[in-house]
């Protein structure tokens, strides 16, 4: 398992060359949450996106964790997903694509709100 903070740097890194306004610990208020805000690894302002990098989604080490992850993550699609906002969730076995991955789906963010 790649080291968050890495994986964080790497994206940090091809959103600034490609010059993308992006925003880290920004708080998101969200209707209908258990939670009374999340946090995003990134949120992308311009194209409403948050990008999450699910690092423990395999956790082979450690079944009971990696379930409980799996849920919470499922929890943070769910409900960014009720509260309109465009999401890029990366897990582990994406990373040697982050850049294609990224762009990409900004691209395909652009081009869907035309």
């Known amino acids: 398992m790649i080291n968050d903070l890495v994986i964080n740097k790497q994206i940090r890194k091809i959103l600034f060359h490609n010059k993308i306004s992006f925003l880290t610990s920004q708080r ?3 209707k209908n949450d ?3 805000y999340r946090v995003p690894d990134f949120y992308l302002p311009d194209q409403n996106i948050v990008v999450e ?3 423990s989604w395999e956790v082979a080490e450690n079944v009971v964790f990696q379930k409980n992850e799996r849920t ?3 929890k943070k699609v769910e409900v960014y997903g009720e509260n309109k906002y465009n999401c890029l969730f990366i897990y ?3 990373v040697g694509a ?3 991955l990224i762009l990409g789906f900004i691209k395909k ?3 869907y709100n035309k």
């Open 28 to 30: 998101l208020y969200l």
């Open 98 to 100: 982050l850049e294609e």
């Open 34 to 36: 258990s939670k009374k």
């Open 109 to 111: 963010i652009i081009e």
């Open 72 to 74: 919470r993550f499922m």
């Open 92 to 94: 582990p076995n994406e």
């Open 53 to 55: 990098y699910f690092s």
